[in-house]
């Protein structure tokens, strides 16, 4: 009889977790709460609009030049990234990059070497004729797609470039805590590859300046303290994945780094979306057991509201003017 309880309450427990895990795996928040935080569209020519093309990929454009960051167009499904191999779709990816109206581009930066920001930037760079820039880990992925090593950058951090009248600059960042693999990719990496290959490398915030505007895209939910001390910017593209499981002190650090030390304006949010789901579907958050979007845009809002900045979030091919507030 006392094992038939022991047993029951195992079984109770099974069923407890099993309901949890599913409940984790298919709740989401509800994206509709947040459709009066789109940026608007400008009706007049803007110095720089931004596109926004999922995760943390953006395009900027002058109307003469294009700086795109990362790049990540193909996004696997869940059963490729923890069951086989990932590799760049060239279909998907042309189409993409039609679609999105990529016709002068001139630098793919990378903000770190995650399988989810890089997978497709070396594919994107040789379409293109791109440069592709970033860490010696993104260099090692753009080899392993046979990129020209003059088609390869890798800059000082705080070492600035020019492409066109952009202004491009690396600042140092991290990487939101998490269990995704940290270390630098030694070798050239070739497709297929296991997701976990495509390790961090370095992680950079992206400085943009131009006519006299400053941007800056921290694609990941994480930092490093003092990296923006003296910097001044209109608009930061901030990476918020995960952002809502960190709890209410590390929300504070990270806006108090990436958007009061720097004294921002606007603050459009990016890495918000389930990246194993298609581009060309109506973007979707990433599932409660893996994130929190309600906590991070409930916390980003209020700051913003006391702090008098403006909150965005956008939605896939939505262009923007890059700086307005």
């Known amino acids: 009889m006392k094992v038939r309880r022991i047993l029951a309450g195992l079984a109770l427990v099974v069923a407890a977790a099993g309901a949890w895990v599913y409940w984790g795996l298919t709740h989401q928040a509800d994206i509709s709460a947040y459709a009066g935080l789109a940026p608007r569209t400008p009706t007049q020519p803007a110095p720089v609009r931004a596109t926004f093309l999922g995760?943390?990929?953006?395009?900027?454009?002058?109307?003469?030049?294009?700086?795109?960051?990362?790049?990540?167009?193909?996004?696997?499904?869940?059963?490729?990234?923890?069951?086989?191999?990932?590799?760049?779709?060239?279909?998907?990816?042309?189409?993409?990059?039609?679609?999105?109206?990529?016709?002068?581009?001139?630098?793919?930066?990378?903000?770190?070497?995650?399988?989810?920001?890089?997978?497709?930037?070396?594919?994107?760079?040789?379409?293109?004729?791109?440069?592709?820039?970033?860490?010696?880990?993104?260099?090692?992925?753009?080899?392993?797609?046979?990129?020209?090593?003059?088609?390869?950058?890798?800059?000082?951090?705080g070492e600035a470039m020019t492409f066109g009248q952009f202004r491009v600059t690396l600042l140092p960042s991290g990487h939101v805590p998490t269990g995704y693999p940290n270390g630098a990719i030694e070798a050239p990496l070739r497709q297929p590859a296991r997701a976990d290959a495509y390790k961090l490398g370095e992680a950079f915030a992206v400085l943009i300046e131009h006519g006299g505007r400053s941007l800056l895209v921290n694609a990941s939910a994480g930092f490093q303290p003092g990296a923006l001390m003296g910097r001044v910017v209109d608009t930061v593209f901030l990476g918020v994945g995960q952002l809502g499981k960190k709890g209410d002190s590390y929300m504070q650090a990270y806006w108090h780094e990436l958007v009061e030390a720097p004294r921002a304006k606007h603050v459009v949010v990016i890495h918000w979306d389930n990246f194993t789901l298609p581009l060309d579907e109506p973007l979707r958050p990433l599932p409660a057991l893996f994130d929190d979007l309600d906590a991070t845009m409930g916390s980003l809002t209020s700051k913003g509201r006391e702090a008098h900045v403006k909150v965005t979030l956008p939605q896939a091919w939505q262009e923007f003017d890059a700086a307005a507030p």
């Open 55 to 157: 995760v943390s990929t953006i395009l900027f454009d002058d109307g003469e030049t294009q700086v795109l960051i990362d790049g990540f167009f193909t996004r696997p499904k869940l059963r490729q990234v923890f069951g086989g191999r990932v590799s760049s779709d060239p279909g998907l990816v042309a189409a993409s990059i039609a679609r999105a109206r990529i016709t002068r581009l001139a630098a793919v930066v990378v903000t770190h070497s995650h399988y989810d920001h890089a997978l497709d930037s070396a594919l994107v760079a040789h379409s293109t004729g791109a440069v592709i820039v970033g860490s010696a880990s993104t260099a090692n992925i753009a080899r392993g797609s046979d990129l020209p090593e003059d088609k390869i950058l890798t800059p000082r951090t």
